[in-house]
Protein backbone atom coordinates (compact mmCIF):
# COMPACT_ATOMS: atom_id res chain seq x y z
CA UNK A 1 0.00 0.00 0.00
CA UNK A 2 1.38 3.18 -1.05
CA UNK A 3 -1.29 5.85 -0.67
CA UNK A 4 -4.21 6.15 2.26
CA UNK A 5 -6.81 8.89 2.67
CA UNK A 6 -7.63 10.38 6.15
CA UNK A 7 -11.01 12.60 7.08
CA UNK A 8 -12.44 13.30 10.51
CA UNK A 9 -16.04 13.81 9.90
CA UNK A 10 -19.49 14.28 12.17
CA UNK A 11 -19.15 16.44 15.59
CA UNK A 12 -15.29 17.89 16.43
CA UNK A 13 -14.01 15.95 19.48
CA UNK A 14 -10.47 16.90 21.51
CA UNK A 15 -7.94 14.22 20.02
CA UNK A 16 -9.21 14.09 16.68
CA UNK A 17 -6.04 15.85 15.69
CA UNK A 18 -3.61 13.94 17.88
CA UNK A 19 -4.95 11.20 16.12
CA UNK A 20 -4.11 12.82 12.82
CA UNK A 21 -0.82 13.72 14.06
CA UNK A 22 -0.01 9.57 14.86
CA UNK A 23 -1.74 8.46 11.24
CA UNK A 24 0.97 10.93 8.70
CA UNK A 25 3.91 10.30 11.15
CA UNK A 26 3.57 6.89 11.06
CA UNK A 27 2.65 6.63 7.41
CA UNK A 28 5.83 8.56 6.41
CA UNK A 29 7.49 6.03 8.31
CA UNK A 30 6.35 3.41 6.18
CA UNK A 31 6.85 4.98 3.49
CA UNK A 32 3.10 6.01 2.98
CA UNK A 33 1.54 8.94 1.83
CA UNK A 34 -1.21 10.25 3.33
CA UNK A 35 -3.58 12.14 1.48
CA UNK A 36 -5.85 14.72 4.19
CA UNK A 37 -9.05 15.01 2.87
CA UNK A 38 -10.68 18.74 3.89
CA UNK A 39 -14.10 18.74 5.80
CA UNK A 40 -15.15 15.22 5.57
CA UNK A 41 -17.23 13.08 2.95
CA UNK A 42 -18.33 16.32 1.41
CA UNK A 43 -14.27 17.03 0.84
CA UNK A 44 -14.06 13.55 -0.44
CA UNK A 45 -16.97 14.33 -3.07
CA UNK A 46 -15.36 17.93 -3.94
CA UNK A 47 -11.64 16.38 -3.99
CA UNK A 48 -10.50 18.40 -1.39
CA UNK A 49 -7.60 16.60 -0.54
CA UNK A 50 -3.96 17.19 -0.16
CA UNK A 51 -0.88 15.22 1.07
CA UNK A 52 0.24 15.63 4.74
CA UNK A 53 4.13 16.11 5.66
CA UNK A 54 5.57 16.38 8.70
CA UNK A 55 4.84 20.06 8.93
CA UNK A 56 1.12 19.50 8.60
CA UNK A 57 1.11 17.71 12.08
CA UNK A 58 3.79 19.35 14.35
CA UNK A 59 2.43 21.01 16.91
CA UNK A 60 -1.07 19.63 16.95
CA UNK A 61 -1.02 17.03 19.01
CA UNK A 62 -2.42 19.72 22.11
CA UNK A 63 -4.83 21.56 19.56
CA UNK A 64 -8.82 20.73 20.12
CA UNK A 65 -11.68 20.37 17.24
CA UNK A 66 -9.57 19.32 13.73
CA UNK A 67 -6.93 20.71 11.48
CA UNK A 68 -8.80 18.68 8.86
CA UNK A 69 -12.26 20.39 9.19
CA UNK A 70 -15.88 18.13 9.18
CA UNK A 71 -18.66 18.99 7.70
CA UNK A 72 -22.46 16.33 7.49
CA UNK A 73 -22.45 15.78 4.03
CA UNK A 74 -26.23 15.02 2.55
CA UNK A 75 -25.47 14.85 -1.09
CA UNK A 76 -23.07 11.52 0.74
CA UNK A 77 -25.86 9.77 1.87
CA UNK A 78 -27.28 9.17 -1.97
CA UNK A 79 -25.20 6.58 -4.42
CA UNK A 80 -24.52 9.46 -6.62
CA UNK A 81 -22.44 11.43 -4.54
CA UNK A 82 -20.20 8.29 -2.75
CA UNK A 83 -19.88 7.60 -6.16
CA UNK A 84 -18.13 11.11 -7.07
CA UNK A 85 -16.06 10.40 -4.19
CA UNK A 86 -14.84 6.95 -4.88
CA UNK A 87 -14.28 8.43 -8.53
CA UNK A 88 -11.66 10.76 -6.95
CA UNK A 89 -10.23 8.20 -4.25
CA UNK A 90 -9.79 6.11 -7.49
CA UNK A 91 -8.33 8.99 -9.66
CA UNK A 92 -5.59 9.71 -6.86
CA UNK A 93 -5.27 6.00 -6.61
CA UNK A 94 -6.11 5.50 -2.76
CA UNK A 95 -5.85 1.95 -1.77
CA UNK A 96 -7.05 2.83 1.96
CA UNK A 97 -9.53 4.89 4.08
CA UNK A 98 -9.14 6.11 7.54
CA UNK A 99 -12.10 8.02 9.07
CA UNK A 100 -12.13 9.31 12.15
CA UNK A 101 -15.93 9.88 13.63
CA UNK A 102 -18.86 8.40 15.54
CA UNK A 103 -21.90 6.32 14.17
CA UNK A 104 -22.78 8.27 11.24
CA UNK A 105 -19.27 8.35 9.97
CA UNK A 106 -18.52 4.83 10.15
CA UNK A 107 -22.39 4.17 8.62
CA UNK A 108 -20.97 6.65 5.49
CA UNK A 109 -17.42 4.38 5.43
CA UNK A 110 -19.24 1.28 5.14
CA UNK A 111 -21.41 2.59 2.51
CA UNK A 112 -18.23 3.18 0.60
CA UNK A 113 -16.14 0.43 1.60
CA UNK A 114 -19.17 -1.80 -0.13
CA UNK A 115 -19.42 0.36 -3.22
CA UNK A 116 -15.51 0.64 -3.72
CA UNK A 117 -14.05 -2.05 -2.15
CA UNK A 118 -11.53 0.11 -0.31
CA UNK A 119 -9.94 -0.66 2.51
CA UNK A 120 -11.35 1.27 5.82
CA UNK A 121 -10.52 1.36 9.41
CA UNK A 122 -12.36 3.13 12.33
CA UNK A 123 -10.85 5.34 14.83
CA UNK A 124 -14.18 6.32 17.41
CA UNK A 125 -13.87 10.10 17.50
CA UNK A 126 -17.28 11.37 19.58
CA UNK A 127 -16.88 12.76 23.29
CA UNK A 128 -20.67 10.72 23.70
CA UNK A 129 -18.78 7.13 23.94
CA UNK A 130 -21.90 5.86 22.51
CA UNK A 131 -19.82 3.36 20.25
CA UNK A 132 -19.88 -0.42 20.65
CA UNK A 133 -16.45 -1.84 21.27
CA UNK A 134 -14.89 0.60 22.86
CA UNK A 135 -14.71 1.79 26.87
CA UNK A 136 -13.51 5.43 25.61
CA UNK A 137 -14.12 6.95 22.91
CA UNK A 138 -11.33 9.82 21.69
CA UNK A 139 -12.45 13.54 23.29
CA UNK A 140 -14.88 11.57 26.01
CA UNK A 141 -12.27 11.63 28.62
CA UNK A 142 -11.85 15.35 27.63
CA UNK A 143 -15.68 15.68 27.39
CA UNK A 144 -16.49 14.56 31.08
CA UNK A 145 -13.66 16.98 32.40
CA UNK A 146 -15.20 19.36 31.07
CA UNK A 147 -18.25 19.00 31.89
CA UNK A 148 -17.46 18.05 35.70
CA UNK A 149 -15.25 21.79 35.81
CA UNK A 150 -18.31 23.54 34.85
CA UNK A 151 -20.87 21.58 37.82
CA UNK A 152 -17.61 22.09 40.62
CA UNK A 153 -18.14 26.37 39.59
CA UNK A 154 -22.37 25.84 39.15
CA UNK A 155 -21.85 24.08 43.07
CA UNK A 156 -20.13 27.36 44.41
CA UNK A 157 -23.15 29.66 42.73
CA UNK A 158 -25.53 27.08 44.27
CA UNK A 159 -24.38 26.88 47.62
CA UNK A 160 -23.98 30.48 48.24
CA UNK A 161 -27.23 31.34 46.93
CA UNK A 162 -29.35 28.43 48.35
CA UNK A 163 -30.32 27.57 44.54
CA UNK A 164 -31.04 24.19 42.66
CA UNK A 165 -29.24 24.18 39.61
CA UNK A 166 -30.26 21.44 36.14
CA UNK A 167 -27.25 21.18 34.49
CA UNK A 168 -27.77 19.82 30.74
CA UNK A 169 -24.72 17.71 29.27
CA UNK A 170 -24.42 16.41 26.32
CA UNK A 171 -25.83 13.31 24.75
CA UNK A 172 -29.15 12.82 22.84
CA UNK A 173 -29.00 8.82 22.74
CA UNK A 174 -26.49 8.64 25.44
CA UNK A 175 -26.32 9.06 28.87
CA UNK A 176 -22.16 8.23 29.22
CA UNK A 177 -21.45 12.13 30.13
CA UNK A 178 -24.41 12.99 32.00
CA UNK A 179 -24.14 9.66 34.35
CA UNK A 180 -20.66 9.92 35.13
CA UNK A 181 -20.00 13.40 35.37
CA UNK A 182 -22.52 13.36 37.92
CA UNK A 183 -20.46 10.42 39.93
CA UNK A 184 -17.17 12.33 39.52
CA UNK A 185 -19.07 15.92 40.53
CA UNK A 186 -21.27 14.71 43.12
CA UNK A 187 -24.33 15.64 41.89
CA UNK A 188 -27.57 14.77 43.77
CA UNK A 189 -29.34 13.34 40.96
CA UNK A 190 -28.74 12.13 37.06
CA UNK A 191 -31.15 11.76 34.52
CA UNK A 192 -30.57 10.03 31.22
CA UNK A 193 -32.02 8.35 28.13
CA UNK A 194 -31.22 4.56 29.13
CA UNK A 195 -33.58 5.09 32.05
CA UNK A 196 -37.34 6.55 32.99
CA UNK A 197 -37.66 9.58 34.53
CA UNK A 198 -40.90 9.64 36.95
CA UNK A 199 -41.38 13.29 38.02
CA UNK A 200 -43.39 12.68 41.18
CA UNK A 201 -40.37 10.60 42.37
CA UNK A 202 -37.78 13.09 40.90
CA UNK A 203 -39.72 15.71 42.90
CA UNK A 204 -39.40 13.74 46.05
CA UNK A 205 -36.02 13.59 46.00
CA UNK A 206 -35.28 17.16 45.48
CA UNK A 207 -37.69 17.59 48.29
CA UNK A 208 -35.76 14.73 51.20
CA UNK A 209 -32.48 16.01 50.01
CA UNK A 210 -32.62 19.39 50.56
CA UNK A 211 -33.89 19.40 54.25
CA UNK A 212 -30.58 21.46 55.76
CA UNK A 213 -28.47 22.05 52.84
CA UNK A 214 -27.53 24.93 50.65
CA UNK A 215 -27.87 23.41 47.27
CA UNK A 216 -28.52 20.42 45.05
CA UNK A 217 -27.37 20.06 41.60
CA UNK A 218 -29.42 17.93 39.17
CA UNK A 219 -27.13 16.69 35.59
CA UNK A 220 -29.89 15.69 32.91
CA UNK A 221 -28.22 14.47 29.55
CA UNK A 222 -30.13 16.30 26.69
CA UNK A 223 -31.52 13.29 25.52
CA UNK A 224 -34.06 12.66 28.75
CA UNK A 225 -36.77 10.90 28.04
CA UNK A 226 -38.43 13.29 29.99
CA UNK A 227 -36.85 16.39 28.05
CA UNK A 228 -33.73 18.23 28.89
CA UNK A 229 -32.72 20.67 31.64
CA UNK A 230 -35.72 23.12 30.60
CA UNK A 231 -38.62 21.22 30.09
CA UNK A 232 -37.72 19.37 33.81
CA UNK A 233 -37.30 22.07 35.67
CA UNK A 234 -40.60 23.42 33.99
CA UNK A 235 -42.36 20.36 35.01
CA UNK A 236 -41.23 20.28 38.65
CA UNK A 237 -41.40 24.01 39.71
CA UNK A 238 -45.92 23.59 40.34
CA UNK A 239 -44.48 21.14 42.82
CA UNK A 240 -41.95 22.91 45.00
CA UNK A 241 -42.95 26.41 45.12
CA UNK A 242 -40.38 28.43 47.36
CA UNK A 243 -37.87 26.83 45.81
CA UNK A 244 -34.97 28.89 43.90
CA UNK A 245 -34.59 26.71 40.54
CA UNK A 246 -32.36 27.28 37.78
CA UNK A 247 -30.69 26.13 34.45
CA UNK A 248 -27.40 25.84 32.88
CA UNK A 249 -26.86 24.36 29.29
CA UNK A 250 -23.59 23.60 29.05
CA UNK A 251 -23.80 23.12 24.95
CA UNK A 252 -20.64 22.98 22.87
CA UNK A 253 -18.19 24.05 25.37
CA UNK A 254 -17.66 20.27 26.14
CA UNK A 255 -16.95 19.63 22.89
CA UNK A 256 -13.86 22.21 22.37
CA UNK A 257 -10.61 22.71 24.34
CA UNK A 258 -6.87 20.76 24.83
CA UNK A 259 -7.40 17.02 24.72
CA UNK A 260 -6.15 15.57 27.94
CA UNK A 261 -3.66 13.20 28.39
CA UNK A 262 -5.70 9.86 28.28
CA UNK A 263 -7.17 11.28 25.03
CA UNK A 264 -3.79 12.30 23.67
CA UNK A 265 -2.31 8.82 24.22
CA UNK A 266 -5.62 6.76 23.04
CA UNK A 267 -5.67 9.03 19.65
CA UNK A 268 -1.75 8.39 19.15
CA UNK A 269 -1.93 4.92 19.74
CA UNK A 270 -5.07 4.09 17.79
CA UNK A 271 -3.94 6.19 15.00
CA UNK A 272 -0.63 4.34 14.80
CA UNK A 273 -2.26 0.82 15.35
CA UNK A 274 -4.82 2.45 12.08
CA UNK A 275 -2.12 2.45 9.67
CA UNK A 276 -0.43 -1.10 10.78
CA UNK A 277 -3.88 -2.57 10.26
CA UNK A 278 -4.28 -0.89 6.31
CA UNK A 279 -0.60 -2.30 5.73
CA UNK A 280 -1.30 -5.94 7.16
CA UNK A 281 -4.35 -5.93 4.37
CA UNK A 282 -7.33 -5.82 7.07
CA UNK A 283 -10.52 -3.54 6.47
CA UNK A 284 -13.71 -2.85 8.01
CA UNK A 285 -11.91 -2.51 11.33
CA UNK A 286 -12.43 0.55 14.14
CA UNK A 287 -9.80 0.57 16.52
CA UNK A 288 -11.03 0.21 20.15
CA UNK A 289 -10.10 0.30 23.73
CA UNK A 290 -10.55 -1.94 26.70
CA UNK A 291 -8.42 -2.23 30.06
CA UNK A 292 -6.05 -0.19 28.40
CA UNK A 293 -5.31 -2.23 25.36
CA UNK A 294 -6.25 -1.68 22.34
CA UNK A 295 -8.71 -4.13 20.75
CA UNK A 296 -10.34 -4.34 17.11
CA UNK A 297 -14.14 -4.68 16.49
CA UNK A 298 -15.50 -4.93 12.94
CA UNK A 299 -17.34 -1.43 11.89
CA UNK A 300 -20.56 -3.28 11.30
CA UNK A 301 -20.99 -4.09 15.02
CA UNK A 302 -19.68 -0.78 15.76
CA UNK A 303 -22.54 0.56 14.19
CA UNK A 304 -25.52 -1.86 14.85
CA UNK A 305 -24.16 -3.06 18.52
CA UNK A 306 -25.26 -0.81 21.29
CA UNK A 307 -23.26 0.67 23.95
CA UNK A 308 -24.88 1.59 27.32
CA UNK A 309 -23.77 2.88 30.49
CA UNK A 310 -23.18 0.96 33.15
CA UNK A 311 -26.54 1.01 34.67
CA UNK A 312 -25.70 -0.30 37.79
CA UNK A 313 -23.80 3.11 38.92
CA UNK A 314 -26.45 4.49 38.09
CA UNK A 315 -28.45 2.72 41.11
CA UNK A 316 -25.39 2.34 43.14
CA UNK A 317 -25.58 6.78 42.52
CA UNK A 318 -29.56 6.71 43.94
CA UNK A 319 -28.42 4.54 46.82
CA UNK A 320 -25.64 7.17 48.16
CA UNK A 321 -27.99 9.93 47.22
CA UNK A 322 -31.03 9.48 49.41
CA UNK A 323 -30.81 12.17 51.31
CA UNK A 324 -27.13 13.33 50.72
CA UNK A 325 -24.33 13.82 47.51
CA UNK A 326 -21.95 11.57 46.69
Known sequence: MKKIA???SGGDAPGMNAA???IVKTSLHYGVVTLGIRDGFEGLIHGWGKP??????DNIIHLGGTILGSARSKDFRTKEGRQKAIDFLLKEKVEGLVVIGGDGSFAGARALRAESGIAIIGLPGTIDNDLYGTECSIGYD????????????IRDTASSHKRIFFVEAMGRHSGFIALNS???SGAESVLIPESITHIPTLVDQIKTQNKGRRSSIIVVAEGDDAGGAMDIM?????????????????????RGGSPSYL???????SGIRAVELLLNGESNLMVGVKSDELVTVSIDDAIDKSALPNLDKEAILKKLLTGSSL
Do not use: F, W
Open 182 to 184: AIA
Open 20 to 22: VRA
Open 52 to 57: LGYGDV
Open 142 to 153: TALNTVVSAIDK
Open 6 to 8: LLT
Open 263 to 269: DRAIATR
Open 234 to 254: RKVSPYLEGYDLRTTILGHIQ
